[in-house]
């Protein structure tokens, strides 16, 4: 039973647009969110996260967007630059105890000039 | 400021076969973890440890061993390789439980012919 998915495997969009990459989860404790992103051939690296104590967090281009009550987060990249293409991964934890972080299946972004 | 090494890069092991896979931080992290990633199943969890001397089980431990003598190294061994277990392993640590970011190692591409 997957408790954290990312729905669309792919995206494409043009230079200078906005990508929006989304992810929803099953699991009600879940109470922090992270995004990852990974190249080809190198290991995931973090990009942005949030605590379920707000509902937006912003990083210069990536704004992540947290709705608690339809359990679903969503990730913005504007404007979008061709070196943002790379498999973008949701994950969740319950930020206490022993937890770990549950990773959703990945959304492959392509942003092509 | 090496971050998280993971040793070896590649390696191609016939079913049955032994091998020691090894992850070494230098960020003085208590927490560390094994991962692997197969095509469509984004990141699952093997195995863990919040501590020098302690492992736990992840999402997918069978035919996996850790071992985490050493504060700064996460081990992961297979007794007897399988098909199965052909995959991207990826090493991760974090300062405390996922409430803080983790960071990965550029991963470990396993065949298991």
């Known amino acids: 039973d997957q408790q954290v998915k ?20 099953t699991n009600s404790m879940f109470d922090y969110f ?27 281009r990536f704004t992540v967007f947290l709705n608690k009550s339809a359990k ?15 498999v973008y991964f949701c994950a969740a934890s319950v930020n206490s105890g022993y937890s770990t972080l549950t990773f959703g299946k990945g959304t492959m972004l392509l942003v092509s000039p | 400021n090496a971050g998280v090494t993971q040793t070896p890069k590649f390696r191609v092991l016939k079913t049955g076969q032994s091998m ?8 003085n992290h208590e927490y560390m973890y094994w991962y692997r990633q197969d095509p469509g199943m984004g990141l699952r969890l ?44 990826f090493c991760a640590s974090s300062l405390t439980a996922p409430g803080t970011e983790a960071f990965f190692g550029q991963g470990t591409r396993l065949t298991v012919v």
């Open chain 1, 6 to 25: 990312q729905n669309s495997p792919s995206l494409s969009v043009q230079e200078g647009r906005i990508s929006i990459l989304n992810c929803d989860y």
């Open chain 1, 34 to 60: 992270l995004w990852y992103k990974k190249y080809p051939a190198e290991g995931p690296t973090f990009l942005i996260s949030i605590s379920s104590i707000k509902d937006k967090n912003e990083d210069g």
């Open chain 1, 72 to 86: 679903h987060l969503s990730l913005h990249i504007v404007p979008s630059q061709p070196g943002d293409s790379a």
């Open chain 2, 20 to 27: 020691t896979l090894l992850c070494a931080q230098d960020m």
């Open chain 2, 46 to 89: 093997i195995h863990y440890s919040v501590g020098e001397g302690t492992t736990a089980k992840g999402e997918v431990p069978d035919g996996y061993n850790v071992s985490r003598l050493k504060k700064q190294n996460f081990l992961l061994g297979l007794e007897s390789a399988a098909p199965s277990q052909t995959s991207v392993y």
